[in-house]
């Protein structure tokens, strides 16, 4: 399943980031050319992420239309089906795909680990006579 290995991919490009800190949301950024089905995706992240000990971990998809550029009369625009790769405003099929290939982690969220409540003044302890 084409799905499952793109989750194992992101978590082996979370897993540096997060450290040992508990990641509580990645966000995901899938063009429309790349064939995923978010819920496919979302389903396959849940078994790969305990697998991977990221449990509590959700993804969070931002899809990006796929787009064309015009090589006939220069405009880009978004297309609606992969299918058709032609230019919606001139019919021109001279069109160069520019968006719709993306597959980024654009940015993961960690829950803070424990705020630093460990007093600094432990170590001042004032000595009294
Ligand atoms: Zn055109």
Not at 31 to 58: K, N, S
Not at 79 to 91: A, D, K, L
Request: proline share 5%; with cysteine.
């Amino acid at each position: 399943m084409h799905e499952l290995s793109l989750c194992h991919a992101i978590a082996g490009v979370v897993r540096p980031h997060a450290a040992d800190r508990e990641v509580s949301v990645i966000h995901v950024r899938i063009g429309a050319l790349r064939q995923v089905i978010p819920e496919t995706l979302t389903f396959c992240w849940d078994l790969v992420a305990a697998q991977e000990g990221f449990d509590g971990a959700r993804l969070e998809i931002d899809p990006v239309p796929a787009s064309v550029s015009c090589a006939s009369c220069s405009v880009t625009s978004d297309i609606e089906s992969r299918y058709s790769t032609s230019c919606p405003v001139c019919g021109s099929s001279e069109v160069s795909v520019v968006g719709g290939e993306e597959f980024l982690i654009t940015s993961i969220d960690v829950r803070s680990a424990s705020p630093s409540a460990a007093s600094s003044s432990a170590a001042t302890t004032p000595e009294r006579a």
